[in-house]
């Protein structure tokens, strides 16, 4: 059931951490309102990108440096990769530079920094935040904003060159400083910058040096997407003279090249209004074009090959089976879907005296018991995944109060009209709270909660919207006591948009949970109807005491962005979002609908 790896391992034993599977994320940054450091003129910022490793700021990456700006758009684009089970805690660190940006930040005026992970900024494909000075003051109203771009099945690349020639002259002693910014244009009109040349001293004929961008970065895989070209003379103090314009797509580009044309009018639409004789402020060239990913393919156009790249190759054919079509990854701006996650804790009397230190719900000052190490480890990868952070939380087999009688299915929280908590924290919080104000009893049933949760995610199938996904987290110590109503809810549950985990805590036989996991084979109810996708992840929590918690919640949610793949795909009703996964749903299975292969979101952005 692992959701493959792109890391080279050995086959993973029993209980082993599968290898995750990564996706490739390209980062945007610009800021707003920075703080000023020089007298003179304004500051030179550029932003140090780190990545927290083993306990430490690891860095990884640096922009360039954006001359004389106080609201800066970094033309560097920061790719990483991306894992769907992990906490990966990135800090930007903004600085007014004192020389050139690959030298040392250590002498350069520090001007804020912000902290967050990447799994929110590709959750939210845009996280703006206020940058923070020494001891988490606010660097007056200093934001950095990081903008996140999935291009995990848009692996080619483009390598550019331009050069101008006779461009107007902005300069009375000398010659224009000319650079040039290539920007892409949003569905919504929106421009964003894909790449800023370096600055040609003097110069009205000027020869760019190459440059590569990812197909996805350009054109967002959309041949037809329309282009546009800026040309600059550049300006010390940042106030930069606009020489000219033109527009194009990647389509024509290509074409243009491929008849040896490829060149456009540089146009100022203010000198076209008032000279009658007009004609531009200079022409710029399309010098080279190539696929970097494609070697020797200089002159011919890239269309065919852009086709292959953005949608990946087709998944080889299976014995007996035509092959797959390429898996296509949808790169619309849209929101994804927001993921729902309920969490349900077991509070049979199997469990042990809370009071009891030899309690599996003992609640030790000094260390965490089984039941908050599981909550923890997984909740926290998923609260990045919701855009209100709340979890829902549920108790089951206990007598609670007033009256005392055996629930299933009750609000830890003791609110029935509102079981949500405020982050993981809040859940632990409730928990502690509740344990001694109920009385562990029996017995182990689990098909309530799941069918409250089903209920849920049924009534958002409804809507026939991609906007919620459901992810039951259950905690328990032992054997499903109705494990034919268990099996029949989950079978039901299949066809929802909703997955299941369950973690196994203490030493108890799990050997019949593991018919749940799928992992044997198809589940079926006790009528014998199959389940339509495989749901349920079912994790000893004994085999994985000694991980850390990062390591357990990958091996936890490992199969997660599968089952996203296979919902969607299953409903045509791929979400727009990012950090996308392609994955082969694999046969289809006799007397159920197909479950073709399709590319989503499995980080589930918010909207």
């Known amino acids: 059931m692992s959701a493959g790896s792109e890391r080279p391992a050995a086959a993973a034993a029993p209980g082993a951490v599968p290898a995750p599977r990564a996706s490739r994320v390209e980062l945007r940054l610009s800021c707003r309102h920075l703080l000023d450091r020089?007298?003179?003129?304004?500051?030179?910022?550029?932003?140090?990108?780190?990545?927290?490793?083993?306990?430490?700021?690891?860095?990884?990456?640096?922009?360039?440096?954006?001359?004389?700006?106080?609201?800066?758009?970094?033309?560097?684009v920061f790719t990483l990769d991306y894992y769907f089970e992990e906490v990966q805690k990135l800090r930007f660190e903004v600085y007014d530079t004192r020389g050139p940006g690959d030298?040392?930040?250590?002498?350069?005026?520090?001007?804020?920094?912000?902290?967050?992970?990447?799994?929110?900024?590709?959750?939210?494909?845009?996280?703006?935040?206020?940058?923070?000075?020494?001891?988490?003051?606010?660097?007056?109203?200093?934001?950095?904003?990081?903008?996140?771009?999935?291009?995990?099945?848009?692996?080619?690349?483009?390598?550019?060159?331009?050069?101008?020639?006779?461009?107007?002259?902005?300069?009375?002693?000398?010659?224009?400083?000319?650079?040039?910014?290539?920007?892409?244009?949003?569905?919504?009109?929106?421009?964003?910058?894909?790449?800023?040349?370096?600055?040609?001293?003097?110069?009205?004929?000027?020869?760019?040096?190459?440059?590569?961008?990812?197909?996805?970065n350009l054109c967002s895989c959309e041949e037809t997407r329309p282009l546009k070209c800026l040309v600059w003379d550049h300006d010390s103090r940042g106030k930069h003279d606009f020489i000219g314009e033109f527009s194009t797509t990647f389509e024509e580009m290509q074409k243009a090249f491929g008849e040896d044309q490829a060149q456009w009018d540089c146009v100022n639409?203010?000198?076209?209004?008032?000279?009658?004789?007009?004609?531009?402020?200079g022409v710029v060239i399309l010098a080279d074009l190539k696929g970097s990913?494609?070697?020797?393919?200089?002159?011919?156009?890239?269309?065919?090959?852009?086709?292959?790249?953005?949608?990946?190759?087709?998944?080889?054919?299976?014995?007996?089976?035509?092959?797959?079509p390429g898996c296509n990854s949808e790169p619309g701006p849209g929101p994804g879907a927001d993921v729902q996650k309920w969490v349900a804790i077991d509070f049979t009397a199997s469990n042990g005296d809370p009071r009891n230190s030899c309690s599996l719900h003992y609640i030790n000052p000094f260390?965490?018991?089984?039941?908050?190490?599981?909550?923890?480890?997984?909740?926290?990868?998923?609260q990045d995944y919701d855009s209100?952070?709340?979890?829902?939380?549920?108790?089951?087999?206990?007598?609670?109060?007033?009256?005392?009688?055996?629930?299933?299915?009750?609000?830890?929280?003791?609110?029935?009209?509102?079981?949500?908590?405020?982050?993981?924290?809040?859940?632990?919080?409730?928990?502690?709270?509740?344990?001694?104000?109920?009385?562990?009893?029996?017995?182990?049933?689990?098909?309530?909660?799941?069918?409250?949760?089903?209920?849920?995610?049924?009534?958002?199938?409804?809507?026939?919207?991609?906007?919620?996904?459901?992810?039951?987290?259950?905690?328990?110590?032992?054997?499903?006591?109705?494990?034919?109503?268990?099996?029949?809810?989950?079978?039901?549950?299949?066809?929802?948009?909703?997955?299941?985990?369950?973690?196994?805590?203490?030493?108890?036989?799990?050997?019949?949970?593991?018919?749940?996991?799928?992992?044997?084979?198809?589940?079926r109810s006790p009528r014998g109807e199959p389940a339509l996708r495989d749901i349920v992840q079912f994790v000893p929590f004994r085999e994985l005491k000694s991980a850390s918690p990062a390591a357990l919640a990958k091996c936890v949610l490992a199969e997660v962005p599968r089952q996203v793949v296979e919902y969607f795909s299953y409903r045509e009703l791929p979400p727009r979002g990012l950090g996308t996964h392609t994955y082969d749903a694999g046969p289809e299975r006799a007397g159920q609908p197909g479950v073709r292969p399709v590319s989503v979101s499995s980080t589930l952005g918010v909207p």
């Open 388 to 523: 209100d952070k709340r979890f829902s939380a549920l108790g089951f087999g206990a007598r609670i109060p007033p009256k005392y009688e055996v629930s299933h299915d009750f609000a830890i929280n003791f609110n029935p009209e509102d079981d949500e908590c405020e982050g993981i924290q809040g859940v632990v919080e409730a928990y502690r709270n509740c344990l001694p104000r109920v009385q562990l009893y029996g017995p182990t049933n689990v098909a309530p909660v799941i069918s409250k949760v089903a209920r849920m995610a049924a009534a958002e199938e409804s809507t026939g919207e991609a906007s919620q996904y459901y992810i039951l987290l259950v905690l328990t110590d032992g054997v499903v006591t109705d494990m034919a109503d268990t099996r029949e809810a989950i079978v039901r549950a299949s066809y929802l948009p909703m997955s299941i985990i369950i973690v196994g805590v203490g030493n108890a036989d799990f050997t019949d949970m593991q018919t749940l996991d799928g992992d044997e084979g198809i589940l």
């Open 367 to 382: 260390q965490p018991n089984e039941y908050l190490q599981a909550l923890v480890a997984v909740g926290e990868i998923c």
């Open 269 to 281: 639409a203010k000198y076209r209004q008032r000279k009658r004789n007009y004609k531009n402020s």
């Open 103 to 216: 030298l040392g930040y250590q002498d350069d005026d520090f001007l804020g920094g912000m902290e967050c992970t990447l799994g929110q900024i590709v959750a939210q494909k845009k996280v703006t935040r206020a940058l923070l000075l020494k001891f988490g003051r606010n660097a007056g109203k200093s934001t950095i904003t990081v903008t996140a771009e999935d291009i995990s099945r848009n692996n080619g690349y483009v390598e550019l060159s331009f050069r101008a020639r006779k461009l107007d002259d902005k300069d009375l002693f000398s010659k224009s400083d000319p650079f040039l910014e290539l920007y892409r244009v949003n569905d919504d009109g929106s421009e964003q910058l894909v790449y800023r040349t370096e600055v040609v001293k003097d110069n009205l004929s000027p020869v760019w040096e190459p440059f590569k961008v990812s197909l996805n």
């Open 293 to 324: 990913l494609f070697p020797g393919l200089h002159h011919g156009r890239l269309s065919d090959s852009l086709h292959r790249e953005c949608t990946g190759p087709s998944p080889p054919a299976e014995p007996g089976r035509p092959a797959h």
């Open 38 to 76: 020089d007298p003179l003129t304004k500051s030179d910022p550029s932003v140090l990108l780190l990545l927290r490793s083993q306990n430490q700021w690891v860095q990884v990456d640096r922009t360039e440096v954006v001359q004389s700006s106080l609201h800066p758009v970094f033309s560097k």
